[in-house]
């Protein structure tokens, strides 16, 4: 757990980033504003996060799970996100199981070769001349 009540704060960068990205250009925000929304989104986090938790320790479990996410959104009232969450979680999902699936590929890629190869390495008979 966090020692200081500030640790529990969002990156004041990273979220202005996200700010100026989701705005029109010509749009500015004030400095005030940006640590508002980002402490609004840090609360935001720590209530999600709570939510899902409660989820977890519902179904007996320790560890927090997407669906655990997705369940908690609903619970929350922000029914608008569930469905946007679920698909981004599908597309999460499949990335990592395309990862895993290239990297069983190449293991098995690299064991055949290592089978095909010669396991003695055979070296050229070169009379040698010893000079004194």
Known sequence: MAER?????????????????????????????????????SVFVLY???SANAVAKENNRKTISGGDVVTAMGEMEFDKFVRPLENSLAIWRRGQK???????????????????????????????????
């Open 48 to 50: 999600a996060t709570s």
């Open 5 to 41: 009540p500030e640790d529990l704060n969002l990156p004041t960068t990273i979220v202005t980033k996200m700010i100026k990205d989701c705005l029109p250009t010509n749009c500015k925000v004030s400095k005030e504003a940006n640590v508002a929304i980002a402490k609004a989104a």
């Open 98 to 132: 395309d990862k895993k699936d290239l990297a069983a590929k190449k293991k098995a890629s690299a064991v055949a070769i290592k089978d095909e190869a010669p396991s003695v390495v055979e070296k050229d008979n070169q009379d040698v001349i010893e000079i004194d």
